[in-house]
């Protein structure tokens, strides 16, 4: 059974500052990492992927993987109250079969 | 585009009762995927169909639960009877194979509260 692991939080990170949200995951054979925003109430939407180790910077948004150590970590610069949401962290095997989640950290940015 | 459609948003129930979730993908994507969410389990992937046929549904819980594709734009999934272990909000989501593997397409979610 795969697992994908995450501090549930509340993670409080004052506005400005930068966001660091953790994952991490129980199969090496894990291909491919996902990052899903969700607001109070709505879906998840998808912000970040990375497939590759290493980082992928995208806006003020920057995805870690190092699949040595089955990590994955989501950086969020100046950091605005409108961040304030619950990441998801996903992974999948590569092949369009669903996505293993974690059960997300809550972040608040404090304006 | 319209993206993904469920209905209804909000059902409540009694125990014992049979209740119909329905989703409409987005057009042109050959997955179909539908997830329950609580607060203690988080995202589940209960089952999920490719060109309308179920793929894998190791993740349905018991045989109460049933998911259907009669056609690309339409899935239901049913729990009958219902109880209240089963409140939840259960989201459909889509993708297209030629799309980035991964990316999925939530609908609004369906809130499913059974009492």
Same mark, same amino acid.
């Given at each position: 059974?795969?697992?994908?692991?995450?501090?549930?939080?509340?993670?409080?990170?004052?506005?400005?500052?930068?966001?660091?949200?953790?994952?991490?995951?129980?199969?090496?054979?894990?291909?491919?990492?996902?990052?899903?925003?969700?607001?109070?109430?709505?879906?998840?939407?998808?912000?970040?992927?990375?497939?590759?180790?290493?980082?992928?910077?995208?806006?003020?948004?920057?995805?870690?993987?190092?699949?040595?150590?089955?990590?994955?970590?989501?950086?969020?610069?100046?950091?605005?109250?409108?961040?304030?949401?619950?990441?998801?962290?996903?992974?999948?095997?590569?092949?369009?079969?669903?996505?293993?989640?974690?059960?997300?950290?809550?972040?608040?940015?404090?304006? | 585009?319209?993206?993904v459609i469920?209905?209804?948003?909000?059902?409540?129930?009694?125990?014992?009762?049979?209740?119909?979730?329905?989703?409409?993908?987005?057009?042109?994507?050959?997955?179909?995927?539908?997830?329950?969410?609580?607060?203690?389990?988080?995202?589940e992937l209960?089952?999920?169909?490719?060109?309308?046929?179920?793929?894998?549904?190791?993740?349905?819980? $018991?045989? %109460?639960? +049933? =998911?259907?594709?009669?056609? #690309? @734009?339409?899935?239901?999934?049913?729990?009958?009877?219902? $109880?209240? %272990?089963? +409140? =939840?909000?259960?989201?459909? #989501? @889509?993708?297209?194979?030629?799309?980035?593997?991964?990316?999925?397409?939530?609908?609004?979610?369906?809130?499913?509260?059974?009492?």
């Open positions: 059974q795969k697992e994908v692991e995450q501090n549930s939080g509340p993670l409080s990170v004052p506005e400005g500052a930068i966001a660091s949200l953790n994952c991490t995951y129980s199969d090496r054979g894990s291909q491919s990492f996902f990052w899903y925003r969700q607001y109070s109430g709505k879906s998840p939407e998808l912000i970040m992927f990375i497939y590759s180790n290493g980082d992928k910077e995208d806006g003020r948004f920057t995805a870690q993987l190092n699949k040595a150590s089955q990590y994955v970590s989501l950086l969020i610069r100046d950091s605005q109250p409108s961040d304030s949401a619950t990441y998801l962290c996903a992974e999948s095997g590569g092949g369009a079969d669903g996505l293993t989640f974690g059960k997300g950290t809550h972040l608040i940015i404090q304006p | 585009d319209a993206g469920q209905s209804p948003r909000h059902e409540v129930t009694e125990m014992g009762q049979e209740v119909t979730l329905r989703c409409k993908p987005i057009s042109g994507h050959d997955y179909l995927f539908w997830y329950r969410q609580t607060m203690m389990r988080g995202l209960l089952i999920y169909f490719n060109n309308n046929v179920p793929i894998d549904d190791s993740g349905m819980p $018991e045989d %109460r639960f +049933s =998911a259907k594709m009669p056609n #690309a @734009s339409f899935s239901t999934l049913k729990i009958q009877p219902s $109880e209240p %272990r089963d +409140s =939840a909000v259960y989201f459909c #989501a @889509s993708s297209a194979s030629g799309g980035v593997s991964g990316e999925l397409f939530f609908g609004e979610g369906s809130r499913l509260t059974v009492l």
